[in-house]
Nanobody, 132 residues
Framework: QVQLVESGGGLVQDGGSLRLSCAIS????????VGWFRQAPGKERELVTG????????HYGDSVKGRFTISRDNVEKMVYLQMDSLGPEDTAVYYC?????????????????????????WGQGTQVTVSS
């Protein structure tokens, strides 16, 4: 069973930084694109950022460009989200998710899904709260 476990959330002041981590158990993690989504109360889940299997492609939502950075370590099976210049509008539950361009058994294909339905494995989420 594939498990994605997020960590690093918490309470931070306006203008502060946090680093989220996502540990992925799947052996074929190196073939997967991975994304970070967030969902604030009363709002739809939105893609924050995603990264391809080789890290050559990274996609960022307009609201986080220049402030957030995604990275991955395929040896450690970890994905990170560095969040800087946080504001109250970034308050949400953040989810790590993984998907495969041509299925879990396929090889790496540089691609990043940008839709929620592009992702098939999801973590439980971690709360990020930014106080003003």
């Amino acid at each position: 069973q594939v498990q994605l476990v997020e960590s690093g959330g918490g309470l931070v002041q306006d203008g502060g930084s946090l680093r989220l981590s996502c540990a992925i158990s799947k052996d074929t993690f190196t073939y997967a694109y991975v994304g970070w989504f967030r969902q604030a109360p009363g709002k739809e889940r939105e893609l924050v950022t995603g990264i391809s299997c080789t890290s050559s492609i990274a996609h960022y939502g307009d609201s986080v460009k220049g402030r957030f950075t995604i990275s991955r370590d395929n040896v450690e099976k970890m994905v990170y989200l560095q969040m800087d210049s946080l504001g109250p509008e970034d308050t949400a539950v953040y989810y790590c998710a993984a998907g495969f361009r041509f299925g879990p058994a396929a090889t790496c294909t540089d691609f990043v899904g940008v839709r929620t339905r592009d992702y098939i494995y999801w973590g439980q989420g971690t709360q990020v709260t930014v106080s003003s």
